[in-house]
Structures are given as structure tokens and as C-alpha cells.
């Protein structure tokens, strides 16, 4: 029984280039999460998706990011543009439908920008 | 703004000894309190939660502590063990869904 798959592991980028991190859920979960992990600091909640729908975006920056969950496929976050400030590693966790349900993370995506 | 303040930041323990870590709050709205364990290179994972119906909870080696009036919580680790290092989450959820983490606490047991 999978865990929350994320891919990939390390992702390097030029300043100026684009990040696609990708997350598939567990099976059965139709909600995810992204949160961020800047070194030495805790995760920050970036936004809730569910299948076709951004529930919460109050996370994310205002500019270069989104994420989508399509019908089919995995979930996505998009970094356009990257900056040195946007290295970090990236956490997906995923969740049964209804509130209070655990959310189970992956194991991250460690982006780095040059 | 840090809703959830996490301390200390990092503390080392004698193998058998006892690991505290405490929590505050600030939203009153919170009403989900789960402990994430994360070990280097890897995601977090959910260790032992709490509602703040209940004032403790115990599972195994791990003990959570929660005080809604002073709206403080914390995690006991008793009879710490090596295997026990690694950074230690706090975290608070209100409806909503989304987690509140607090900053982190680096354990190291010394053998």
C-alpha cells in the first residue's frame, strides 16, 4: 500500500526557470496539501486541493506559484521564475475526505535554486 | 505571524531520560493538536495527536500534556532512546483542515 509519492527527490533550477513538483496521493485520499520547509525552520501550509477544486490558497504566494489536482493524475505544484529564496523542501501530504483526517506526508521535494 | 511557538528549539537527553517539549497557542479556534516526528531526508509523520477535550494522552513511550485554559501543550518522551533522535513538530488545526506547525525541536539522544 503506497505511501504519498513525490517527484522528484531533488529538483535543481536556474534562477529564472520553472519547478513542476508532483504528488500522488495515497489511495483512497482525495484531499492534499502542500507545505513548505525553508532549513532550520517548521512546515508552512501553502494550499488544500481537492480533485478539480483549490479549497484554500491563503499559503501561497501571491505571484510565480500554483498548484492544480486534476480529475486525473497527480496533484502539482508550479514555481515559474524560481528565486534563491525559493529553495526549500516542498511537502505534499494527503487526507481522506472530511475534516480532522490525518494527512500523511511524502517524503519532499528538495528544490534548489541556482 | 507564529501562531504556534515551539521550545526549546533543540535538547539533548541521556538514553532512559525524559524529553519535554512544550507548545502555546494563540487562535482559539484550534481544536486539533498532532505531534509529527521527522527523521533527516525524510517527511514528517504523525506521531500522537490530541482534542482539547481531554487533558492527557498516552501512547507507548510518548505522552501528550494539554492545558486548554493556559493554551499550552506538550510532549513527554520517557525512557528516551537513540532511536528517538530526530526533529519534533508540533502543529494545530482548526476547521479548515490545514496544519499550524510550530518551529521544531532537535532531539539527540546520547547512548
Known amino acids: 500500500n503506497a505511501g504519498v509519492m513525490q517527484n522528484p527527490r531533488h529538483l535543481v533550477r536556474r534562477r529564472g526557470q520553472e519547478a513542476r513538483l508532483r504528488c500522488s496521493p495515497m489511495?483512497?485520499?482525495?484531499?492534499v496539501y502542500w507545505y513548505r520547509q525553508l532549513p532550520e525552520e517548521g512546515l508552512k501550509f501553502m494550499v488544500y486541493?481537492?480533485?478539480?477544486?483549490?479549497?484554500?490558497e491563503s499559503g501561497m504566494p501571491k505571484e510565480r506559484f500554483s498548484a492544480e489536482f486534476p480529475k486525473e493524475g497527480p496533484s502539482i505544484l508550479r514555481i515559474q521564475q524560481v528565486v534563491r529564496g525559493d529553495s526549500a523542501a516542498y511537502f505534499c501530504?494527503?487526507?481522506?475526505?472530511?475534516?480532522?483526517?490525518?494527512?500523511?506526508f511524502g517524503a519532499g521535494t528538495r528544490l534548489s535554486v541556482l | 505571524q507564529q501562531q504556534v511557538k515551539q521550545s526549546p528549539q533543540s535538547l539533548i537527553v541521556q538514553k532512559g531520560g525524559i524529553s519535554i517539549i512544550n507548545c502555546a497557542y494563540e487562535?482559539?479556534?484550534?481544536?486539533?493538536f498532532p505531534w509529527y516526528q521527522q527523521f533527516p531526508g525524510k517527511g514528517p509523520a504523525l506521531l500522537i495527536a490530541?482534542?482539547?477535550?481531554?487533558s492527557e494522552k498516552k501512547e507507548g513511550r510518548f505522552t501528550i500534556s494539554f492545558n486548554k485554559s493556559a493554551k499550552q501543550f506538550s510532549l513527554h518522551i520517557m525512557d528516551s532512546q537513540p532511536g528517538d533522535s530526530a526533529t519534533y513538530f508540533c502543529?494545530?488545526?482548526?476547521?479548515?483542515?490545514?496544519?499550524?506547525f510550530g518551529g521544531g525541536t532537535r532531539v539527540l539522544v546520547k547512548p
Open positions: 501530504a494527503s487526507s481522506r475526505a472530511g475534516p480532522k483526517n490525518i494527512q500523511y
Open positions: 489511495k483512497g485520499h482525495s484531499h
Open positions: 486541493l481537492q480533485k478539480e477544486n483549490i479549497i484554500d
Open positions: 487562535n482559539t479556534a484550534f481544536d486539533y
Open positions: 490530541i482534542r482539547p477535550d481531554v
Open positions: 502543529a494545530a488545526q482548526a476547521a479548515g483542515n490545514k496544519l499550524t
